[in-house]
């Protein structure tokens, strides 16, 4: 199982960034999918989710800012990111389990002016 994410970088606060996370190894199709993140100092946190039928959760910090998707055919799951935080400075890992958690090796978002 591999997991390759993507998409990360620099961006100014109030900006906007799309994470990519490309997953082999698994039936992507019926995997729950989910970012995470881990700011520095800071515990790895839940972002959002995504499931085998399209369902989304988010995390309160991002809903409404943050919108997560996937394209079965591409074996990717997105993370659309918009009026984005200083706060927001993290690595994001995306996540799946299959049989147990795989991660994927984590993209760095860096909110700043």
């Known amino acids: 199982v591999q997991l390759q994410a993507s998409g990360g970088g620099l961006v100014q606060p109030g900006g906007s960034l799309r994470l990519s996370c490309g997953a082999s190894g698994i039936n992507f199709k019926i995997s729950r999918m989910t970012w995470y993140r881990q700011a520095p100092g800071k515990q790895r946190e839940w972002v959002a989710s995504?499931?085998?039928?399209?369902?989304?959760d988010y995390a309160d910090s991002v809903k409404g800012r943050f919108a997560i998707s996937r394209d079965n055919a591409k074996r990717t799951v997105y993370l659309q990111m918009i009026s984005l935080k200083p706060e927001d400075t993290a690595v994001y890992y995306c996540n799946t389990y299959w049989g147990r958690d795989y991660w994927g090796q984590g993209t760095l978002v860096t909110v700043s002016s």
């Open positions: 995504i499931t085998s039928g399209g369902s989304t």
